[in-house]
């Protein structure tokens, strides 16, 4: 009897190892880097200015309201090529605003710089800020009204 004790007491023990062992995990995974705003608990994402704007310009329909709240609540920044961050939803709220009170590109680009100044130093060609700003007209509300009216001109 003194014998079998100890023989039971080692199955007991192998089994009860061994059960534990294939119920674990393990987790090897690696964790994405989080950077910190200076306000406790916010997370930044970043993202790069001439990738935003090709985004938007390949965009078909561009909900502003919603990316507007997206970027808001996920407290998105903007890298600039000069080490200068904007949030951006402070940039698409300007590019709306900048599109709807205005008729020409340059008036559109005036309006942007003069309310986000760092973004004068970043470098976009022609073309590019040409076509923003076709793909931001066309999606605002002056914009979508502007193309109505021309759709129902045969009235």
Do not use: C
């Not at 004790?5 to 995974?29: E, K, M, R």
């Not at 890298?79 to 951006?88: A, C, F, R, V, Y």
């Not at 559109?108 to 060609?125: C, G, H, M, Q």
């Amino acid at each position: 009897m003194k014998q079998i004790t100890p023989l039971l007491l080692f199955v007991f023990i192998s089994v009860f190892g061994y059960s534990t062992s294939v119920n674990a995990q393990n987790f090897t995974d690696t964790l994405n880097t989080v950077y910190l705003n200076k306000s406790p608990n916010s997370f930044l994402q970043k993202s790069n200015y001439h990738l935003l704007n090709e985004a938007l310009i390949d965009m078909e329909s561009i909900n502003f309201s919603k990316e507007i709240r997206v970027s808001k609540k996920q407290k998105t920044v903007i890298n600039l090529e000069n080490g200068d961050t904007i949030l951006k939803s402070r940039y698409l709220k300007t590019l709306r605003s900048s599109a709807n009170s205005t008729d020409d590109i340059n008036a559109f680009y005036t309006r942007v710089y003069l309310k986000i100044p760092s973004l004068k130093n970043e470098a976009l060609d022609d073309s590019t800020l040409s076509k923003l700003y076709i793909a931001v007209k066309n999606n605002s509300l002056r914009g979508k009204l502007d193309h109505a009216g021309k759709e129902l001109s045969w009235l």
